[in-house]
């Protein structure tokens, strides 16, 4: 289960956005701690509003004439997946104007850990389907149970008798 957007995807994620938009976009961390950003000046520092958001699980948007620490108007959202906050996404800009952006930049967010959570499922899917294929061409010994319910969850019906044909092509 993914709990957090690693540095290299977040800056793919702020860049992609920036790109779009133009504004400066951040992605904090649950400490309030900025870690990746358009404006790499402010990777590292402090971000009170990230923070807040993060601890109080809203949408905080701030206005122009609002001063908080490290934090600049814009919109700040919370990215939850399974319960866990994975960032608190920051876009500078008057909120009316980057609201969008920010919703834009949580979609994007989203897709990407259901993506990354695929990629994980697929591979253990066939990391599974490899071990009982070798367990059964090399007759190697197993653990039965685990074999069994890889077996099982490849379709096969382990009560049914199935012949395996292997086939090897000389190399010249």
Do not use: W
């Given at each position: 289960?993914?709990?957090?957007?690693?540095?290299?995807?977040?800056?793919?994620?702020?860049?992609?956005?920036?790109?779009?938009?133009?504004?400066?976009?951040?992605?904090?961390?649950?400490?309030?701690?900025?870690?990746?950003?358009?404006?790499?000046?402010?990777?590292?520092?402090?971000?009170?509003?990230?923070?807040?958001?993060?601890?109080?699980?809203?949408?905080?948007?701030?206005?122009?004439?609002?001063?908080?620490?490290?934090?600049?108007?814009?919109?700040?959202?919370?990215?939850?997946?399974?319960?866990?906050?994975?960032?608190?996404?920051?876009?500078?800009?008057?909120?009316?104007?980057?609201?969008?952006?920010?919703?834009?930049?949580?979609?994007?967010?989203?897709?990407?850990?259901?993506?990354?959570?695929?990629?994980t499922i697929s591979r253990n899917q066939a990391d599974k389907r490899h071990f009982a294929m070798e367990a059964l061409i090399h007759q190697t010994p197993a653990n039965m149970d685990y074999l069994n319910a890889c077996l099982k969850e490849c379709g096969?019906?382990?009560?049914?008798?199935?012949?395996?044909?292997?086939?090897?092509?000389?190399?010249?």
């Open positions: 289960m993914i709990t957090h957007i690693g540095k290299q995807l977040a800056t793919q994620i702020v860049d992609t956005v920036h790109d779009v938009c133009g504004h400066d976009i951040n992605f904090i961390n649950k400490n309030g701690l900025i870690y990746a950003s358009t404006n790499t000046s402010r990777i590292g520092s402090f971000h009170e509003i990230g923070k807040k958001a993060a601890d109080t699980g809203t949408v905080i948007e701030v206005q122009e004439s609002e001063h908080y620490k490290g934090t600049s108007a814009g919109v700040n959202i919370p990215v939850t997946h399974n319960g866990y906050l994975i960032a608190v996404i920051g876009i500078s800009g008057s909120p009316d104007e980057v609201r969008k952006y920010a919703h834009l930049a949580e979609r994007i967010t989203h897709l990407l850990i259901r993506e990354r959570e695929l990629n096969i019906d382990t009560t049914k008798k199935y012949r395996i044909l292997l086939i090897r092509a000389a190399a010249e």
